[in-house]
C-alpha cells in the first residue's frame, strides 16, 4: 500500500504488519501524552517531586538520554572531521537516534519546567553565569543541527526526491555537512559539558560538589567523557536491535567493531578519570565541605550504586570493548553496550536524585524519591517515541546505505 | 527552477536577516513575554493607602496590645504587636498574629441560628433574623423566670465588663449559676483565699527575678500571659545587659519549657509540689529562710516546719519525686540565696485547676525565701480602679435566686469558696440536682471540645432544653446550640482587656473596632441590654445603659478619676521598673482626653503603688501570710493539722495499673491553641510532621518502652483509657518519660472549617478529670492508659 | 546606614537561640506578610511553603538528658563571592543578589519553574508553588498589597521582605534623608518575636548591633564550610547546637 515510499530495492515488512507494530507504539506514547496532559493541566503536583528533588527522574531522563544521543555528534565527528569512512555506514543511524534523544529531552523538559509557556524566557532574559542556560542554548542549537543534519536522509525519500527543489537542497545540505558535523561537535561538547558543570557547580551541595579548571568543574569534563564513551554503545545497540528485528545485516561489522573499539577506549579513558575524580572527592572534596564519603550513601541510595555505577557499569564493559575477541562477539558486544548505558544513566541518577536526596544539615533527614506515573508515562513513552521515529525513519527512508549491497534482493 | 548554492545561502541569510531588522519578532516576544507572566485568576490584593490600628487582643487572656494593618481604611491585612504597650512590647505570639484568619475565616457565624431538626445536625441550624432570635430567647426567659435557677451561664473569659454583664445579668434575673470554665486561676484564687485571706491571684514581677523555678508551669509555653513571658525569657537571657536570670523547670515532660531551662528537673508525674516541699524543708532546716518574713508577716511557721521536717526530708522526697537528695539540697540553698527569687505554680498553661494545695506549697516556698509581696517576687495581682455600675436592682425572684444553692458548688463548705467549680456544675447538670437546667448559654467558651474529661458534659447538654451559644464561629458547642447568637470577632467590637493572668501592674487594654463588622453580628454586650429591656422589671432596671459603650465608659470613669497612671502613648516603657509607691503622672486631662488616647493607643496602664502595703496585704484572721491556714477552718473545713497546711497529696491516676499499664499525660504547646477558637491555618502549618501528619497526631513515647512494646516510629496505635480510645501515631522521643505517653490537647475538632476539622484526636475525651472531694477542684494530669498497634 | 565607615550595606540577621522560646511567631508573621498560601493538608513538609522555616534540633540524647531546640530559618542570604549558590544558576536571571543591599530576591513572575535553584540551596531555603495559591475568599481580603501572590509553577523564598526596604526608603525620601536609620528597616519576622531573640541591620556596619553580636565568641553560622557565607548569624551558648551547626568529618 505504501510501497511508493519505501526506498527502491529493499524489502520491508507488509503494511499491515508495520501498522500494528505502530499501533503498539502510539498505544505507548498515548499512554505518555495522557501523562504530560496531566502534569500540564493539573501542575507538577501530580509527579514525586517535592522542594528536596527538585529535579527528579524527567531529569534523570533528560540527562541519560542526552549523553546516550551524544553518538551522534560523536559519530559525525569521527565520520566527517576525523574521516572514519567505513562509519557512514552507520551515520545515518547515529544521526536518527540524535536527533531522537535531543527532541525527547526537550519534549519532557517543557514538562519538567513549572511555567512551560515561559520555556523561551532563557533566551529573552538569558543569565550568562548559569550552566544550565549554557545548556538550553547548546540543546537548542544542537537539535536545529541534527534537525539539518536529519533533513537530507529526509528528503532522499523516494518521493520527495523527486522534487527538484528538494533534491538540490538536499544535495547542498550534503555538501556542506562537515560544517554542521563539527558545529555539533563544538555545540555537543560544550553542553554535555554544562550538564556536568551543572552539578559541579553547586557549592553547597557536597555530594554534586567539584573543584575544577578555570571556571570548569571536572564535572564538565567528565560529563563529556562519558558521553562519548556511551552514545556510541547506543548507537551499536540500537543497529543490532534494527538488525535483530529485521533479521538482516545492515552494517558491516567491522563498521561496528570499529566503534566498538572506540567505545571501549572512550571508556577506558572516562573511567579513570572518573576513578581519580571519585577518590579526590572522597578524600579532598567532600571533607572540605565537613561531609565524610560514607555519609553520602544510605539506604536505598547505598555504596551499591558507586560499585553498579564504576565496577559493573564500567570496567567490565571496557574490559570488553577492549578486547578484540570479546567486541567481535555479538552477545558480549550487546552485555558491555548495555553496561556501558545503565552506568551513564546511574550516573546521571546519583547526581540528580542521590545528590538532592542527602541532608546537608546535620539535623536535616534523608528523603527517598518515588516517581509517579505522570513521570513514568512520558518517559516511557519517550522510548516509544525513539521507537516510532526509527521505524518510520528504517521504513521509508535510505538509513543504512550498505542495506540494499549488503541484502540483495533475488 | 536552478538553485545553486550562492542563491541557496542568500535566500536563507536574506530571509532570516529580514525578519529580525523588522520590530516585528521583538515586540512579538517582549508581548508575550509579559502575557506569560500573568496567571489571571490568582488574587491580586486590592491597593491602597495603608493605616494602623491600635486594639487589644482578645484571642487569649494574655492582654497583649496589637496592632492592625488596614489597607484602604477597610482590609485588615497584618496584625503585629503594639510596640507601646507594655505587655508585650511590640512583641506578639503566634496566634496573636493569626488573628484576620478568624476575622476572615470560614467558620464565622453569619446570622443567628436556629436548630430546626435534631440537635447537633449543622445542616439543620437555619439562620434566622435578629428580631426573631432575641425574640426566642426573651419568650423562653420570660416563661422560666419563675425558675430563673435554671439558667447557667459558663463563661470563658474570666474579667472584663462583657463577662459582668453576662454575670450581672444572671444576678438580675435570679439565678445565681454563673460559672466559668475551668482553669489553675480557680486554685490560685481559692489558695490566696486561704493563705491571705483574700481572693485574687497572683501576679509575678518576673522581670526582676534573678532566679525562677516553675513548678509544671509551661513558662513559655502559654503559661500566664504567653507574650510577656516571651519578653520576660528574651530578657532573661540577655547577655548583654549582664542579668542573665536562672530558670529551673521542674517538669515530667521534655517540653521546650524544660530544654530552654538552665536546669531540668524531671519528676515522677505529679509530684511537683512535693518537690516544692522538699526545697522548703531544706530552706528552713538549715535556716535559709527570710527571718524577717517569717517572724513579721507570717502565721504557723512552726507547724508548718514541723511538718516538713516530718514528711518533706531530702530522702523521702528524693524517694517521691525521683530527684536526689543532694540536688535538692544544691536547689534549695541556691534559691534561698539568689535574691530575688521566685516560684511558679500552675501546671501547664494553666488551663487545669489542680491542687489547691500544690499552689500553697509553691506559694510558702515563696514566703520562706522572703519573695512574697517583694519586687522580683508575687504579690497579689493588682486590680484595675475601674468605677462601679450601679447595685443590681433586685426584684422578688432575683432575691429568692441570691438564696439559691450554686450548681457548681458540691459541698457545704465550697459555697463560701470565691471560684468556680466547674466539674460540679458537670455532675449536677447530668444529675438533675439539686435542680435542674433549663437553658444554658454559653459565652466565649467551647467546652464540649475543650473541658477535660469532655463527655459527661455533652451528655448533660440532652438534659438541658435550650442550648444558647454566643460564638463568632462554628465550634462544638455552637454545633450542639438550639439557638445561636454570633457576636463580631474582637476586630470588629470594643471590649475592655483586663490585666492578663501573672502580671504585676495592673493594665486596661481597649479593644475597638478596627473595621466594620463583616455580618450582622451584634455585640453581646449589646445583646444583653436588649434581651434585659424586653425582660421588663428588676431586669431592665439593673440594665439602665442605652448601649455597651455607655455602660464601658461608665467603668472607665474609675481611671480618668485616679491620679495616677498612663496611657501608653511611647515605645519602651518598662513597668517593671516603675518606682515603687511613688505615682506614674497621668498624660490626659479628663474622662474624655482618657477615652480618645484610649481609642488611639489601646492601652492604660501604673506602674506605682503595686507591691500593697504590709499591714494591708493579708487579709487573714491573723492579719499575715498564714503558712497554717485559719481561713479554712473558718469556712468550716475539717479534718487534722496538715489539712490547713502546704502539703503533697499523692493522687492516684484513675484506672487499674493491671488493665491500663502506662500514664496518658496530655500536655499543651503554643503552636496549638487550646481554644476557644480551633488553630489557625497559620499555625497548623508549622506543626512538624511528627506532630501532625496528614489527619494523623502523634503522642510521644519513650524511646526504651517503644522498644519494650514492639513500636516503632510511626506506628499507628490505640490509646485506651477507662473513658475511651483514640487511634493516633507514636513518634519515639526522648522528651517523654519511660512509662508515660504524652498527648497534645487542642486538635481533633469536629467544628470549624476545613483547614482544621479532622485533624487530630481530641485528648480531652480520654481524660479523667478527678476531683478532690473537699475542694471540687479537679486535676486530669495523668490518666491510666494502654496503648496498642491498631 | 549611618556610620558605616565604608559606606556598604550587607543586611543580615541574628537569631539568639537562647532567647529563642521556640514559638513560631516569626514563621506565622512571615507568612502573613509575604502572603505565602496554605493548604488544608501542610503536612507533607516537602511540599510546603515556609519562608521562614523553624527546624527542630535535639542533643539524641535518652530521657532525662534530652535537650530540643527550635531554629527559624528564614533565607540564608549567602553572601557567598561572587554569587550565593542560588542566583548563578538560574538560566533566566529570576533570582538575584542586589549588590547595594547583599539581599537576594527572587522573581517569581520571572521565574520558569525549572527548579534549579532549589537543589543548589542546601538549606532548603527555596519552596516551588506545587499548586495555585488559593484562598478562602473571605480571606483574599487579608492579603497585603505590598507583595504579589505567586502562581503555580515557579519558586519563591524569603526576600528579607525587601518590600519594607522599599517603604522604608519612600519615607526617608520624603522625609528628606538619604540613609536610613537602624531599625527602620525590619523584616516582620524579627518585628514580632515577642523573645526580642531576632535582631537585624547592617553586618558591613561595625556600630550596628548585628555586627557587634556577630562577633560573639557565641556566634555561629549554618555550614561554614560550604563557603556559602550566609548572612543570617545565629547565637547559642550551647555546645550541642554548635556542633549540628556544620558537618564534622
Given amino acids: 500500500m505504501d510501497s511508493a515510499l519505501i526506498p527502491e530495492g529493499v524489502k520491508r515488512c507488509s503494511f499491515k504488519a508495520f501498522c500494528l507494530w505502530l499501533l503498539v507504539i502510539f498505544g505507548v506514547i498515548g499512554f505518555g501524552i495522557v501523562g504530560g496532559f496531566f502534569v500540564l493541566w493539573k501542575g507538577l503536583n501530580v509527579t514525586g517531586l517535592n522542594d528536596y528533588f527538585g529535579f527528579g527522574l524527567y531529569i534523570t531522563a533528560d540527562l541519560a538520554i542526552i549523553a546516550l544521543g551524544a553518538g551522534a555528534f560523536f559519530t559525525g565527528f569521527l565520520t566527517y572531521v576525523i574521516g572514519k569512512k567505513e562509519l557512514k555506514d552507520i551515520i545515518n543511524l547515529a544521526v536518527v537516534v540524535g536527533f531522537i534523544c535531543y527532541t525527547g529531552a526537550q519534549l519532557v523538559l517543557l514538562l519538567e519546567i513549572g511555567q512551560p509557556i515561559r520555556g523561551w524566557f532563557s533566551f529573552w532574559h538569558p543569565n550568562v553565569h548559569s550552566m544550565l542556560t549554557e545548556v538550553i542554548f547548546c540543546i537548542t542549537c544542537y537539535t536545529i543541527v541534527l534537525v539539518i543534519e536529519f533533513l537530507p536522509l529526509i528528503l532522499e ?132 565541605k565537613g561531609m565524610s564519603f560514607g555519609e553520602f550513601f544510605k539506604a536505598p541510595y547505598g555504596m551499591w550504586l558507586l560499585f553498579a555505577e564504576i565496577v559493573v557499569c564500567g570496567i567490565i564493559p571496557a574490559i570488553i570493548l577492549l578486547t578484540p575477541k570479546a567486541r567481535n562477539d555479538d552477545v558480549l558486544l550487546i552485555v558491555a553496550c548495555v553496561l556501558d548505558c545503565a552506568g551513564i544513566v546511574i550516573n546521571r541518577f546519583v547526581f540528580t536524585v542521590q545528590n538532592l536526596a542527602l541532608p546537608v544539615m546535620p539535623f536535616d533527614h534523608w528523603e527517598i524519591y518515588v516517581p509517579t506515573w505522570t513521570e513514568w508515562a512520558p518517559t516511557v513513552a519517550l522510548i516509544a517515541y525513539g521507537a516510532l521515529i526509527i521505524s518510520l525513519a528504517y521504513r521509508y527512508l535510505p538509513v543504512f546505505p550498505r542495506e540494499r549491497e549488503l541484502n540483495p534482493i533475488d | 527552477m536552478k538553485l545553486d548554492r550562492r542563491a541557496f545561502v542568500k535566500l536563507i541569510a536574506g530571509g532570516v536577516g529580514g525578519t529580525l531588522l523588522s520590530p516585528l519578532p521583538w515586540k512579538m516576544a517582549d508581548d508575550t513575554a509579559i502575557w506569560s507572566q500573568n496567571w489571571f485568576w490568582r488574587p491580586s490584593p486590592e491597593r491602597g493607602s495603608a493605616t494602623l490600628v491600635n486594639t487589644a487582643c482578645q484571642l487569649c487572656p494574655g492582654g497583649c496590645g496589637i496592632r492592625v494593618r488596614l489597607i484602604a481604611k477597610k482590609n485588615a491585612v497584618r496584625i503585629d504587636g503594639n510596640p507601646n504597650h507594655p505587655v508585650n512590647q511590640g512583641g506578639i505570639c503566634p496566634l496573636g498574629a493569626s488573628g484576620l484568619q478568624y476575622l476572615y475565616g470560614p467558620s464565622r457565624i453569619e446570622t443567628p441560628l436556629k436548630q430546626t431538626g435534631q440537635r447537633g445536625d449543622v445542616t439543620t441550624l437555619k439562620p434566622i433574623s435578629w428580631d426573631e432570635a432575641l425574640d426566642i430567647l426573651a419568650t423562653k426567659l420570660r416563661a422560666m423566670r419563675q425558675k430563673a435557677r435554671g439558667l447557667v451561664c459558663v463563661s470563658g473569659k474570666r474579667q472584663g465588663t462583657v463577662p459582668e454583664l453576662f454575670a450581672r445579668f444572671l444576678h438580675a434575673y435570679g439565678s445565681p449559676n454563673y460559672v466559668l470554665m475551668p482553669a489553675a486561676a480557680d486554685a490560685e484564687s481559692l489558695g490566696m483565699f486561704f493563705s491571705q485571706g483574700q481572693s485574687g491571684l497572683p501576679g509575678y514581677d518576673l522581670e526582676n527575678a534573678k532566679m525562677i523555678i516553675s513548678f509544671g508551669s509551661s513558662y513559655i509555653e502559654g503559661w500566664g ?499 475511651g480510645s483514640l487511634e493516633v501515631r507514636v513518634h519515639v522521643s526522648g522528651n517523654a518519660r519511660p512509662d508515660v505517653i504524652f498527648i497534645p490537647t487542642g486538635l481533633g475538632h469536629s467544628g470549624f472549617d476545613p483547614y482544621i476539622k479532622g485533624k487530630g484526636v481530641n485528648a480531652n475525651a480520654i481524660l479523667v478529670a478527678q476531683q478532690d472531694k473537699t475542694t471540687g477542684l479537679a486535676s486530669w494530669w495523668g490518666t491510666r492508659v494502654k496503648i496498642y498497634k491498631v | 546606614m549611618s556610620g558605616n565607615e565604608s559606606g556598604k550595606i550587607r543586611y543580615g540577621m541574628v537569631i539568639d537561640l537562647d532567647k529563642c522560646t521556640g514559638c513560631m511567631t516569626c514563621a506565622v508573621a512571615c507568612q502573613q506578610e509575604n502572603n505565602v498560601p496554605f493548604r488544608e493538608d501542610e503536612t507533607k513538609k516537602v511540599r510546603s511553603i515556609t519562608w521562614l522555616e523553624v527546624f527542630y534540633l535535639d542533643n539524641g540524647k535518652p530521657y532525662p538528658e534530652h535537650r530540643k531546640a527550635y531554629l527559624p530559618r528564614p533565607c540564608l542570604q549567602c553572601d557567598a563571592d561572587p554569587h550565593p549558590p542560588c542566583t548563578f544558576v538560574c538560566p533566566v536571571n529570576a533570582t538575584q543578589r542586589d549588590e547595594e543591599t547583599g539581599l537576594v530576591a527572587h522573581i517569581p513572575v520571572r521565574c520558569i519553574g525549572c527548579r534549579y535553584c532549589i537543589s543548589a540551596c542546601s538549606y532548603h531555603a527555596r519552596y516551588f508553588n506545587w499548586w495555585d495559591p488559593k484562598w478562602p475568599k473571605a480571606m483574599e481580603e487579608m492579603l497585603t498589597p505590598d507583595v504579589s501572590t505567586r502562581m503555580r509553577g515557579v519558586v519563591e523564598k524569603c526576600t528579607f521582605c525587601v518590600h519594607r526596604l522599599q517603604l522604608a526608603k519612600d519615607k526617608a525620601f520624603v522625609e528628606g534623608r538619604q540613609e536610613l536609620e537602624e531599625g527602620e528597616y525590619v523584616p516582620a519576622c524579627v518585628e514580632a518575636c515577642p523573645a526580642k531573640a531576632m535582631y537585624f541591620g547592617n553586618l558591613a556596619d561595625s556600630h550596628s548591633e548585628v555586627a557587634k553580636l556577630a562577633k560573639s565568641p557565641e556566634a555561629f553560622r549554618l555550614l561554614e564550610k560550604l563557603g556559602t557565607e550566609p548572612k543570617v548569624i545565629y547565637l547559642s551558648s550551647q555546645e550541642w547546637i554548635h556542633k549540628l551547626a556544620d558537618n564534622v568529618v
Fill in chain 2, 225 to 723: 500571659a504567653p507574650a510577656r513571658m516571651q519578653l520576660a525569657f528574651g530578657n532573661w537571657r540577655s547577655n548583654t545587659k549582664g542579668n542573665r536570670a536562672r530558670i529551673v523547670q521542674v517538669e515530667t515532660r521534655g517540653s521546650l519549657s524544660s530544654s530552654k531551662a538552665d536546669d531540668w528537673l524531671a519528676v515522677t508525674p505529679g509530684t511537683e509540689a512535693a518537690l516544692a516541699l522538699g526545697l522548703a524543708q531544706v530552706i528552713v532546716s538549715e535556716g535559709y529562710y527570710d527571718r524577717s518574713f517569717v517572724n513579721q508577716y507570717s502565721y504557723g511557721f512552726d507547724e508548718f516546719k514541723r511538718l516538713l521536717q516530718r514528711n518533706y526530708t531530702p530522702e523521702k522526697v528524693a524517694a517521691i519525686t525521683g530527684v536526689t537528695r543532694e540536688k535538692i539540697s544544691a536547689l534549695a540553698r541556691e534559691f534561698s540565696q539568689t535574691k530575688p527569687a521566685v516560684a511558679l505554680s500552675g501546671w501547664g498553661q494553666g488551663r487545669m485547676q489542680g491542687s489547691v494545695y500544690d499552689f500553697l506549697a509553691v506559694q510558702s516556698l515563696n514566703g520562706l525565701v522572703g519573695s512574697l509581696n517583694k519586687p522580683g517576687g508575687v504579690t497579689k495581682k493588682p486590680s484595675v480602679p475601674l468605677a462601679p455600675w450601679p447595685e443590681v436592682v433586685l426584684d422578688a425572684i432575683s432575691l429568692e435566686g441570691e438564696k439559691e444553692p450554686r450548681l457548681d458548688v458540691g459541698n457545704e463548705v465550697q459555697s463560701s469558696f470565691p471560684t468556680s467549680l466547674f466539674y460540679n456544675l458537670v455532675k449536677n447538670m447530668n444529675q438533675g440536682k439539686p435542680y435542674s437546667t433549663q437553658m444554658l448559654w454559653v459565652y466565649e467558651a467551647n467546652p464540649a471540645h475543650d473541658l477535660a474529661d469532655v463527655e459527661p458534659f455533652i451528655e448533660a447538654l440532652s438534659n438541658i432544653e435550650t442550648v444558647v451559644s454566643f460564638s463568632s464561629f462554628m465550634d462544638e458547642t455552637t454545633q450542639l446550640a438550639d439557638l445561636v447568637l454570633p457576636g463580631p470577632t474582637y476586630l470588629e467590637r470594643l471590649e475592655d482587656v483586663l490585666t492578663p493572668p501573672g502580671l504585676q501592674y495592673p493594665v486596661f487594654g481597649l479593644s475597638t473596632p478596627v473595621l466594620m463588622p463583616r455580618f450582622a453580628t451584634i455585640h453581646p454586650g449589646d445583646m444583653l441590654i436588649r434581651l434585659a429591656k424586653s425582660l421588663g422589671g428588676g431586669v431592665a432596671s439593673s440594665f439602665p445603659w442605652s448601649d455597651y459603650e455607655s455602660a464601658l465608659k461608665q467603668r472607665v470613669e474609675g481611671l480618668a478619676q485616679k491620679a495616677s497612671g498612663r496611657v501608653a502613648d511611647e515605645p519602651g516603657v518598662e513597668p517593671w521598673k516603675g518606682g515603687q509607691g511613688s505615682k506614674l503622672a497621668p498624660n490626659y486631662e479628663s474622662f474624655d482626653d482618657l477615652w480618645d488616647k484610649l481609642v488611639e493607643y489601646g492601652c492604660w496602664f501604673d506602674t506605682s503603688g503595686n507591691m500593697p502595703a504590709w499591714d494591708s496585704a493579708f487579709k487573714t484572721p491573723s492579719g499575715k501570710f498564714e503558712f497554717y491556714s485559719q481561713k479554712m477552718r473558718q469556712i468550716g473545713i475539717r479534718g487534722n493539722d496538715i489539712t490547713y497546711l502546704p502539703h503533697f497529696e499523692e493522687v492516684e491516676p484513675a484506672g487499674d495499673p493491671g488493665d491500663y499499664p502506662l500514664l496518658l499525660m496530655p500536655y499543651e504547646t503554643l503552636i496549638i491553641t487550646n481554644g476557644p477558637v480551633a488553630n489557625p491555618p497559620f499555625m497548623t502549618k508549622m506543626l512538624f510532621d511528627f506532630q501532625l501528619k496528614g489527619n494523623d497526631c502523634f503522642v510521644d513515647i519513650n524511646t526504651k518502652t517503644a522498644a519494650n512494646l514492639g513500636l516503632k516510629e510511626g506506628d499507628r496505635v490505640t490509646v485506651q483509657t477507662e473513658r
Fill in chain 1, 157 to 288: 525519500n523516494r518521493q520527495l526526491d523527486k522534487v527538484p527543489e528538494f533534491h538540490y537542497f538536499s544535495h547542498n545540505l550534503h555538501e556542506i555537512m562537515v560544517v554542521f558535523a563539527a558545529t555539533g561537535t563544538f555545540l555537543s561538547f560544550f553542553h554535555q559539558g554544562s550538564l556536568g558543570g551543572l552539578y559541579g557547580v553547586m557549592f553547597a551541595r557536597p555530594f554534586a560538589f567539584r573543584t575544577g579548571f578555570f571556571i570548569w568543574p571536572w564535572t564538565f569534563f567528565l560529563f563529556v567523557a562519558s558521553a562519548i564513551a556511551s552514545g556510541p554503545a547506543l548507537t551499536i545497540l540500537v543497529t543490532m536491535m534494527v538488525q535483530g528485528i529485521t533479521r538482516k545485516k545492515l552494517v558491516r561489522r567491522d563498521a561496528i567493531s570499529l566503534l566498538a573499539k572506540v567505545t571501549g577506549f572512550l571508556l577506558a579513558f572516562y573511567l579513570v578519570f572518573k576513578i581519580l575524580d571519585t577518590w579526590w572527592w572522597a578524600t579532598q572534596t567532600a571533607p572540605s
